[in-house]
């Protein structure tokens, strides 16, 4: 039996992505097969598919960080045929084969279910992005950070994990500052997701003074680098700042005084490694907190054979919100 999957493989010309028949016995040994409906295309996707260093383990791979599909064959009782299932993280599309491809198997440890009331379109628009966007906003509020406090920035807004934050974020009732580099193209956008002030991100992304005028009570940050330097020197008394990526890089070249001076809080967000209990809570709560009308907005659809493309386009930050592969 043979399935339909991008292959990545490596020789001395570099990393090579194909659409493939694959044969199942190829799959790896893991107690769940899933018949995959829908993958996706982040960040991390593309520099897998574009051959970038730091995510694939080895090969040849199966890329794809977000698998959503149905319980096909399972070892285990908890997992019954026919059940809707996510995996986000867990290094599957780095070091296990991943979503893209029409079949995966998969450790049961790592299927969370999707939802009552959530399709696998919409889990797949979510997607490993906006379940580390809601990761984020619960981290904030773990910290104490209500409405009332203040703004919000959101930065990379346009972007995956960005697009979610702000809807999120605006729904709970916050004031959303959307920071974005195509302010002209998307400042619209952002607007009907729920921002209520689109800044330009050349505001934030060079080097800065290392404390300066507060603006800001929270953040989500999937930047990093001078952007996250310049937000933390930027929030206010007690403010909490959550670290998610490095789209613009990964230095941080920031002082201790916003720390010591205002008590600011940086948390660093890791999707990958989380426990079931967490990410229930945050698929919960995505159910709750956001609204799934906008995801007609934030999403686009491609096939298998537009993964390429999509894939350059993000390492070019030229998408918008999130890219669903149906497969
Ligand atoms: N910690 C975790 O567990 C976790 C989970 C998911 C993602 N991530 C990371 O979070 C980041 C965003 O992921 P994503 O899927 O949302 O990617 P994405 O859709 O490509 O969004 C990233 C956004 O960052 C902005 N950006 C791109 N290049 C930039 C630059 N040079 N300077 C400043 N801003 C830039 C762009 O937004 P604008 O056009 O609006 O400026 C872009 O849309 C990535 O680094 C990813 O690896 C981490």
Known sequence: MTFRGLLLTKDDDGVHAAITDIDETQLPDHDVLIDVSHSTVNYKDGMAVMGRPGVVRGYPMVPGVDVVGTVAESNNPDWAPGTLVTINGF??????WGGLAEKARMKSEW???????????QAAAIGTAGYTAMLCVIALEKQGLKPADGPVIVTGAAGGVGSVAVAVLAKLGYEVIASTGRA??????????GATTVIDRSELSEPGKPFQKP???GAVDPVGSNTLANVLARMQDNGVVTACGLAQGPDLNATVLPFILRGVTLVGINCVHRGQDDRNEAWGRLVQDLDTSLLDEITSTVGLDGVQQIAQDILDGQVRGRVVVEI
């Open 111 to 121: 299927l969370t279910r999707v939802p009552d009331g959530m399709s696998a379109s």
């Open 184 to 193: 002209e193209a998307e400042g619209d956008y952002l607007r009907r997701l």
């Open 91 to 96: 290094d599957v599309g780095e070091a296990h």
């Open 215 to 217: 603006a800001y009570a």
